[in-house]
């Protein structure tokens, strides 16, 4: 029996395989999945595989069922009170899950039937596309309290009467320009067009 501990990225998968007496036997460097399953295919002996938990996880536990006798999907919490080692890439996580396997001392998740993945999923995006609904929602109401617009009380913004009131909004170029002081309006005129700010608020105070 061979343990093959994997550290999967991406872009490349750092590949550790260990023999039955716990001596290294291979390592590779392959830059995608098809690459990975392919040198698996190509081991001399049954193996057993494990792998960090991570975003696709278990795309990668169906891929490698059919091929090991045991697929285990290790916990990345546990790995991290496990190996507290600063010395961290992909060549040394690779062979320390091997030898977690070898040594039956694997931390394990459970992997959901493809079935629960997919409910998870899309109930994980619904939730994702309502929250950022709502941001926006709340970020366009703080827009129109900013510019000192209030919208009507009857027909809720996000109705046809309230997206409608929303898009003949009249553009700021439209209203009446803020009233200015007397003060400030001698000031400008005192100011030559086209000279720098410095030189401007020297010319003022003179």
């Not at 939730?127 to 703080?142: E, G, M, W």
């Amino acid at each position: 029996m061979l343990y093959v501990g994997l550290d999967i990225h991406t872009k490349h998968i750092a590949v550790c395989v260990l023999n039955e007496t716990g001596q290294l036997v291979q390592r590779a460097r392959v830059r995608g999945l098809e690459d990975m399953l392919r040198l698996l295919q190509g081991l001399p002996d049954r193996f057993e595989v494990c792998y960090e938990a991570s975003c696709g996880y278990g795309h990668y536990h169906d891929l490698l069922q059919p091929l090991a006798a045991r697929v285990l999907v290790a916990h990345p919490g546990q790995l991290r009170l496990i190996f507290r080692s600063k010395s961290k890439n992909d060549r040394n996580d690779a062979e320390r899950l091997a030898k977690l396997l070898y040594l039956g001392e694997t931390p394990t998740v459970h992997v959901p039937s493809l079935d629960v993945r997919t409910w998870r999923a899309l109930s994980n995006c619904r939730s994702q596309v309502i929250a950022k609904r709502t941001r926006a929602k709340n970020a366009l109401r703080a827009l129109l309290r900013g510019a000192g617009v209030v919208p009507p009380r009857s027909p809720d913004l996000w109705t046809k009467k309230g997206l409608a009131w929303l898009a003949h909004i009249p553009h700021h170029r439209d209203r009446p320009a803020p009233l200015q002081s007397p003060r400030h309006l001698v000031w400008a005129e005192r100011l030559p067009a086209g000279r720098p700010r410095a030189a401007r608020r020297t010319t003022s105070s003179a």
